[in-house]
């Protein structure tokens, strides 16, 4: 009678693989109770069938006392290091011990050598052992053989065939009976490859296909070349593309729009805050939203004041979400930065019209060249500034200061008068735009 000790090794883990996460599938099954058949059921009300009383969990080979017959179910199954090798190492020089191989062996590994029954054993260290355990195999194996495997490529009928993850020889038989089961069908073309570790196999398949416009969108027959902008749609391997409001019409589908909204800290003048949104954005529209203040900047963002804070709201696409992110780097930047604070507030409905600009122009230039030496043209359209015989004149439609024609040593007075002019300007701009 053989009192040994037993290596079951294994690819997959039963309840006895020294893992973590061993126990938590442990912990799965005593959860779902419930699911499992009546027997289990009844008895769980009396002890709980999954703590076994002979089994427990090996969390290493420290916590393991060799000390009489036991089965350890112990991986890899290739038995190239790990637990497995390391059991088999040492109790393999002992006729009373066994192993037990229990899944596929791929040809190089020691689990494979050991199935032809060696006198002999090389260690990972490189010393030799003899080899007088018991080897046996126990196919545990999950994967097909060859009546599913060539009834489930006759049901898909698939154009390339890769057989990998498999001893050399069988894989070629495997080809062999494939090929021979399809050479004489006329219908039914399959390419089977068998490559080796690390060989690239190519495949080939065609880049175009073919989609049928529905809906509204073949209303009005394309012209050659002509671009179509809707969703591409696949079904059953056929492609159709519709605009997004006849999907309900043609297809199971709906179109949906994922509204965002984002609330922000303000506690600013609402005023300053458009102020600056209108520096970023020319079209800001000043609105009303459930009677609450509101801007509308870009057409497509919608800020709304609240007691404390301002929402933005807007229809989610990548182009609103962009001008959401802009929107909102101003917001905070405006609570923030007290500089920001600074700004005068200006109402945007109250626009300063084009005489009151010049006014204030014409004020300006006689602050800072004297009341004698700036003149109005008498179209009303230009301002004379006059110096010791130079002059430059300013286009009050445009803003464009020039000098008399040919005059060079006006130069230094057109700058000056242009910078007073450019800045003026930027001043009132907001108030202007």
Known sequence: ?????????????????????????????QTYVNAMNEKIRKQISINNPFVFKHISNLKSMDHFDDIGPSVVMASPGMMQSGLSRELFESWCTDKRNGVIIAGYCVEGTLAKHIMSEPEEVTTMSG????????????????????????????????????????EQNEMARLKAALIREYEDNDEVHIEVH???????????????????????????????????????????????????????????????????????????????????????????EEIEVQEKPALKVFKAITVVQEPGMVMLEWV??????????????????????????????????????QETYTKRLEVMLEDMFGQDCVSRSKTGNTLSVTVDGKSANVSLDTRVVVCEEGSVEDEPLREMVEMAVQRLYETIHPALS
């Open 1 to 29: 009678m053989n009192i040994g000790r037993t290596i079951l090794n294994y690819m997959t883990s039963p309840s006895t693989m020294p893992h973590p996460w061993q126990k938590k599938c442990m912990a799965v099954y």
């Open 127 to 166: 010393q030799k052992l003899p080899l007088k355990m018991s080897v046996d195999y126990i196919s545990f194996s999950a994967h097909t053989d060859y009546q599913q495997t060539s009834e489930f490529i006759r049901a898909l009928k698939p154009p390339h065939v890769l057989l990998v993850h498999g």
């Open 194 to 284: 068998n490559p080796r570790n690390t060989e690239a196999v190519t495949l080939y398949f065609r880049g175009e296909k073919l989609a049928k416009v529905m809906g509204s969108l073949a209303d009005k027959k394309a012209d050659q070349g002509q671009r179509i902008s809707g969703i591409l749609v696949k079904r059953n391997f056929n492609y159709h593309i519709l605009i997004p409001s006849d999907l309900s019409i043609y297809t199971d589908l709906a179109m949906s729009t994922v509204t965002q909204t984002q609330a922000i800290q303000y506690s600013g003048p609402f005023m300053l805050l458009a102020h600056h949104l209108q520096t970023l954005a020319d079209d800001v």
């Open 316 to 353: 989610a696409n990548p182009l609103n979400d962009m001008y959401a992110d802009a929107v909102m780097t101003v917001i905070l930047e405006v609570q923030s930065n007290p500089k920001a604070q600074k700004v005068k507030q200006v109402n945007a409905n109250k626009k300063v019209d």
